[in-house]
């Protein structure tokens, strides 16, 4: 049944066509028991959940390369450019109508197929899985050195600021590897509010951790360091890379498009979930730009051009070594729900593509009710048991093989914010509102993504070279 808020009046040649589909055809959902409950406040937990992530900890080096012009004004752009392309995806959710089509895109990749074909939606599909599947690796790294930091904190503090205070990563991302074997087993993203609204909760403490800190920097030091145009580099060339590479990891720890979709089904409905989610993304777009250039700033005040490139584990603060071990622990519970944010799309599609291949297997589709002491009973499936521990195992190994925090940032930033944050969600508005070439809302929205584009280009190329200069060094 469509779902329209009886309040609002809409006048679109689609209407009658949708409505009448609708009528004539059951909802996806009429055969299942699934119930839609999700609010702006629980969409606005989401976001949060996946957008203030390890991301937010390397803009202090990103505004530290890019100075105090470039720096806050490339995180202005990159949260004007995330309100309009997740506006853009918000009204993709139904189809062929955003308010009232009776179909479901309960996913990006189906919401591209919907509207642009299904040649379109494996190529959005390829940049998809890999967006999914390298956001496990970086929060698996992230996590590491998180878990690490607090060892070095207390060893600092211990034994002096001067100690050889080392310890490797592979120990503690086999450790995050093995948490998140347990909470993979989480049917999907329906079951995840609890999850996420913790994982919000901390992404919030760590970043006043981290504002409060930077904060308190700058008035100890008695001045603002930094300079307008930041951090000196021994050739041009290196500068450009490093600046590059800022802009990849600014646009990596913005970018959730590829879950909007997924938040948005988990909607109540009316009104409709297109208003409410662009409410939703919206309010979360503005409060973590605010969250992110407070972190950046204060960070390259305090640092200068010496600002690490994970501000609370590359040690410009020793003390209070509590109040660092604190943030650090937040940081990584929110990695616990940040990862499976990001994992559990991937898990669904993956899952129906094995389902629907094996259609009579039990062990595929059976499901094993198991009671534990002092727990709630829950389902255990053996497809999610087997599938779900290699996925998180293969993530883990490639995260060991590359654990270098800003450059895989930048990298993945880089690679997937073109593809998927710009062109596909503007595709889907030309197709939607059946827009002309060369009309004037046509020539701003190519003019727009001709602009990220090479603005992508740019910041991939001096990721990659980042990339390789670590590994080979």
């Not at 913790?198 to 904060?215: D, R």
């Not at 001045?223 to 600046?243: D, E, H, R």
Request: one cysteine or more.
């Amino acid at each position: 049944m469509v779902e329209v808020d009886e309040n609002d009046q809409y006048s679109h040649p689609l209407i009658e066509d949708a409505a009448a589909a609708a009528s004539s055809s059951s909802s996806s959902d009429a055969h299942t028991s699934l119930k839609r409950t999700g609010t702006v406040w629980t969409a606005i937990a989401h976001i949060i959940t996946g957008v203030i992530g390890s991301g937010v900890l390397s803009l202090a080096w990103s505004v530290a390369q890019l100075g105090w012009i470039g720096g806050p004004l490339s995180m202005v752009i990159f949260g004007i450019i995330t309100i309009i392309s997740s506006n853009l995806l918000c009204d993709c959710y139904r189809y062929p109508h955003p308010v009232v089509g009776h179909v479901r895109n309960k996913s990006y990749a189906q919401a591209v197929k919907s509207y642009l074909g299904e040649k379109s939606m494996w190529i959005a599909g390829i940049f998809l899985q890999e967006s999914y599947y390298g956001y496990g690796i970086a929060y698996t790294i992230t996590a590491a050195i998180s878990m690490r930091a607090i060892l070095k904190s207390n060893c600092y503090h211990n034994e002096g600021h001067d100690a050889p205070c080392e310890y490797g990563d592979s120990l503690f991302m086999l450790l995050f590897g093995a948490v998140q074997i347990i909470f993979s087993q989480i049917p999907d993203f329906h079951n995840m509010e609890i999850l996420s609204i913790v994982a919000a909760v901390m992404s919030f403490a760590y970043t006043f951790i981290g504002l409060a800190l930077g904060f308190a920097k700058v008035v100890e030091n008695g001045v603002v360091q930094g300079s307008l145009t930041g951090a000196p580099a021994a050739t041009a060339v290196q500068k450009v890379w490093l600046s590059s590479q800022a802009i990849g990891d600014i646009a990596f720890a913005f970018t959730y498009n590829i879950i909007l979709l997924d938040i948005q089904d988990t909607l109540k409905s009316p009104p409709p979930e297109n208003k409410t989610m662009k409410k939703a993304s919206t309010a979360a777009i503005l409060i973590t730009s605010f969250f992110f250039l407070c972190c950046g700033c204060f960070g390259y005040a305090a640092f200068g051009s010496q600002a690490p490139g994970n501000l609370l584990t590359g040690f410009g603060f020793y003390e209070p070594y509590w109040l660092i071990d604190l943030a650090n622990a937040c940081i990584v519970l929110h990695l616990v729900g940040g990862y499976q944010i990001y994992s559990q799309p991937l898990f669904a599609v993956a899952e129906r593509q094995i389902e629907k291949k094996f259609p009579d297997s039990g062990f595929v589709h059976h499901e094993y009710v198991i009671k534990l002491p002092f727990l709630p009973s829950f389902k255990l499936s053996l497809l999610r048991l087997s599938f779900r521990t290699v996925y998180v195992a293969s993530t883990t190994g490639l995260a060991i093989l590359f654990p270098y925090f800003n450059e895989v940032l930048g990298v993945l930033g880089a690679l997937n914010f073109w593809p998927l944050a710009i062109y596909f969600p503007v595709e889907m508005y030309f197709a939607q509102n059946k827009v002309r070439a060369w009309t004037s809302t046509w020539m701003v929205l190519q003019a727009f993504r001709l602009f990220c584009l090479i603005v992508t280009i740019l910041a991939l190329i001096g990721s990659v070279e980042g990339l390789l200069s670590n590994r080979l060094s």
